[in-house]
């Protein structure tokens, strides 16, 4: 079983539904999560944190289940610009030391938002 | 000007070519990173640094060396290509939270744009 899972679509939505994209982790240490959006042939960027039990940015929910070990993250209204990859981060906490908590990074979720 | 930069942003070599790719940041962090992605694979980590001194391994290392020559540069080299190290590279610079008692968190990744490497 992978790490980090996300249902890779491509997910095709008309402009102005609202569209969920849910990611599985296998490590119940994991202790951070993010989702970063990649447009094509660009570099990834931070979209949202998501530190306790989920925080909305906009038109942007993001929600974190511990007990069943995923994250989801919530568009509404989607918007042309939407069209992306959406990629699911987890952060392990390292135990002390230097050593750092360790990101892993999901395969991508493909949005594109049609007119 | 990009706060991550890379270079090469394309490169295209051949089997048993030595190539290096270079990264630099402005960003100020300790902490950079170099990834690699393939298509449906996602990031995956070749190398991380924490400091000039500090240097470890990643998911994917074989194959693949670096080298921390300040704060500011951190460089991947691919000592003898091979076709299926053809890929889009990043690199990626963070800060870090402490919190006592538990641990450390990686802050967020600022990525340079990539460099897209072909192994013929």
């Known amino acids: 079983r992978k790490e980090v899972e996300q249902d890779p679509g491509p997910f095709n939505v008309p402009e102005g539904a609202t569209v969920a994209f849910n990611c599985t982790y296998s490590?119940?240490?994991?202790?951070?999560f993010f989702w970063y959006r990649q447009d094509c042939r660009k570099e990834p960027k931070l979209l949202m944190s998501?530190?306790?039990s989920g925080n909305e940015d906009g038109r942007f929910t993001a929600q974190l289940n511990r007990a069943s070990q995923y994250i989801s993250l919530l568009i509404r209204d989607s918007k042309l610009s939407d069209s992306a990859t959406y990629l699911c981060?987890?952060?392990?906490?390292?135990?002390?030391?230097?050593?750092?908590?360790?990101?892993?990074f999901g395969q991508g979720t493909i949005l594109t938002v049609h007119p | 000007d990009a706060d991550v930069t890379q270079t090469p942003r394309n490169r295209i070599t051949k089997t048993g070519k030595r190539i290096m790719l270079e990264c630099s940041q402005t960003?100020?962090?300790?902490?950079m990173y170099w990834y690699r992605q393939d298509p449906g694979l996602g990031l995956q980590l070749i190398y991380y640094?924490?400091?000039?001194?500090?240097?470890n391994k990643g998911e994917i290392s074989d194959g693949y060396s670096v080298s921390r020559q300040a704060q500011a540069k951190f460089s991947l080299s691919l000592e003898s290509a091979i076709p299926n190290q053809t890929a889009l590279y990043f690199c990626?610079?963070?800060?870090?939270?402490?919190?006592?008692?538990?641990?450390?968190?990686?802050?967020?990744?600022?990525f340079g744009e990539g460099s897209r490497l072909t192994v013929l």
């Open positions: 990626a610079t963070s800060d870090f939270s402490v919190f006592p008692g538990t641990g450390y968190r990686t802050g967020e990744l600022f």
């Open positions: 490590n119940s240490a994991s202790q951070s």
């Open positions: 640094s924490f400091d000039v001194k500090d240097i």
């Open positions: 981060v987890v952060n392990m906490l390292s135990a002390g030391g230097t050593s750092y908590g360790k990101l892993t």
């Open positions: 960003k100020g962090h300790d902490r």
């Open positions: 998501v530190y306790s």
